[in-house]
T-cell receptor, first 118, second 112 residues
Framework: AQSVTQPDIHITVSEGASLELRCNYS??????LFWYVQSPGQGLQLLLK??????LVQGIKGFEAEFKRSQSSFNLRKPSVHWSDAAEYFC????????????????FGTGTRLQVTL | KAGVTQTPRYLIKTRGQQVTLSCSPI?????VSWYQQTPGQGLQFLFE???????NKGNFPGRFSGRQFSNSRSEMNVSTLELGDSALYLC???????????FGPGTRLTVL
């Protein structure tokens, strides 16, 4: 069964500081990995995805993530956090599009709530 | 391109009633997935429809059902509502080459 672990429930960083949100996954085949962000009362916005190829992927809003197969991790990073980055971040794993056509049946982690202090 | 739209955005129902939620995917997308988000259980997959056929299903009781129309719009229905069905219901559409899912703003259902 597939699963995602986000070990940090809540993280507080100062504006301008660097950020790393951790994500570990369990998946029986080649994973399709995502990071989404959710602001209060809103839907999920896709930040970035890893499908295959280069293990360092760039996303929107200055975020990047690195896929490490040996560690089953897909950590999200940002070199300098802005106050507007305060939100909840979700890591997710899904079936490989080559096999399923879409990254279907996503399994999400429990989320990490990011607070940014000025 | 317009994003995923969900209607209504907010709903209040009482126990025992039924409810229908609607989702219009991004134009050209043929896959629609539904997720339930609650503080206790987090984000959980309900089901996925592709070309009017249910392709995947999560672990929810039969009270939760869905369908997809020929224009890819989807509806989900919850019958005999329970207090625990109070949640944010999110719809996601997929259809690009990379297969990623794009989410709508959700429908907030409150069951009293």
């Amino acid at each position: 069964a597939q699963s995602v672990t986000q070990p940090d429930i809540h993280i507080t960083v100062s504006e301008g500081a660097s950020l790393e949100l951790r994500c570990n996954y369990s998946y029986g085949a080649t994973p399709y990995l995502f990071w989404y962000v959710q602001s209060p009362g809103q839907g999920l916005q896709l930040l970035l995805k890893y499908f295959s190829g280069d293990t360092l992927v760039q996303g929107i809003k200055g975020f990047e993530a690195e896929f490490k197969r040996s560690q089953s991790s897909f950590n999200l990073r940002k070199p300098s956090v802005h106050w507007s980055d305060a939100a909840e971040y979700f890591c997710a794993v899904g079936g490989h599009p080559i096999n399923t056509g879409t990254a279907s049946k996503l399994t999400f982690g429990t989320g990490t709530r990011l607070q940014v202090t000025l | 391109k317009a994003g995923v739209t969900q209607t209504p955005r907010y709903l209040i129902k009482t126990r025992g009633q039924q409810v229908t939620l609607s989702c219009s995917p991004i134009s050209g997308h043929r896959s629609v997935s539904w997720y339930q988000q609650t503080p206790g259980q987090g984000l959980q997959f309900l089901f996925e429809y592709f070309s009017e056929t249910q392709r995947n299903k999560g672990n929810f009781p039969g009270r939760f059902s869905g369908r997809q129309f020929s224009n890819s719009r989807s509806e989900m229905n919850v019958s005999t509502l329970e207090l625990g069905d109070s949640a944010l219901y999110l719809c996601a559409s997929s259809g690009g080459l990379a297969g990623e899912q794009f989410f709508g703003p959700g429908t907030r259902l409150t069951v009293l």
